[in-house]
């Protein structure tokens, strides 16, 4: 399993035993220092790496799952990451994704365009307007299950996308 942007590691005690081990993959050396301390409490053997979405450091085909969450709004290429993302993994494998994006409401879309450039400076890169559907579909995704709708606060940063996608 791999997870893109583990950050801090919040996840990592989440994983379950079924999880026999978890790549976490994050570009910042400080929150992975911070992961290393999160994973000496998780129940799955973890191996962290220091690298980019754009350019997954593992061989082709070779994960059964990958995860994101709330990351594909702040990795700079993200269409090259969902395709690098395809690229390792395995043609049954899966990806689940957990992120915010465009709403479908244009008058909040509005909003999330006005304020993205914005946001961008003070939210880590964060993209507010990315429709993260036609994102994974464009990437050679079948999506399997989706769910969407807000999260409490203000809409034009709370339009949210669950979902489970698999490779055409």
């Known amino acids: 399993m ?8 919040l996840n990592l ?11 976490g993959l994050d570009p910042s050396p400080k929150l992975l220092s911070l992961a290393r301390e999160a994973a000496a409490g998780a129940g799955a053997s973890t191996e ?6 754009e350019a997954i450091p593992l061989d082709d085909r070779s994960i059964d799952t990958v ?4 990351t594909l709004c702040s990795i700079p290429n ?12 395995k043609p049954d494998g899966v990806l689940l994704f957990v992120e915010h994006g465009r709403s479908p409401d244009a008058r909040v ?3 999330q365009d006005w304020l ?5 400076r003070i939210g880590g890169g964060c993209h507010l307007n990315r429709p993260i559907r036609t994102l994974v579909e464009g990437a050679g995704f079948r999506i399997e299950q989706i ?9 034009p940063m709370t339009f949210m996308s669950e979902g489970r996608a698999r490779p055409l």
Do not use: N
């Open 13 to 23: 005690p989440f994983y379950s035993e079924a999880a026999t081990h978890v790549i």
């Open 2 to 9: 791999l997870e893109i942007g583990v950050g801090s590691g």
């Open 116 to 120: 993205t450039p914005i946001w961008k």
């Open 109 to 111: 879309g509005r909003w």
């Open 48 to 53: 962290l790496l220091e690298g980019s979405a």
């Open 78 to 89: 993200v269409t090259r990451a969902l395709s690098e993302v395809l690229r390792v993994l």
């Open 67 to 70: 995860v994101t969450t709330w």
């Open 147 to 155: 769910e969407t709708g807000y999260a409490e606060g203000p809409k």
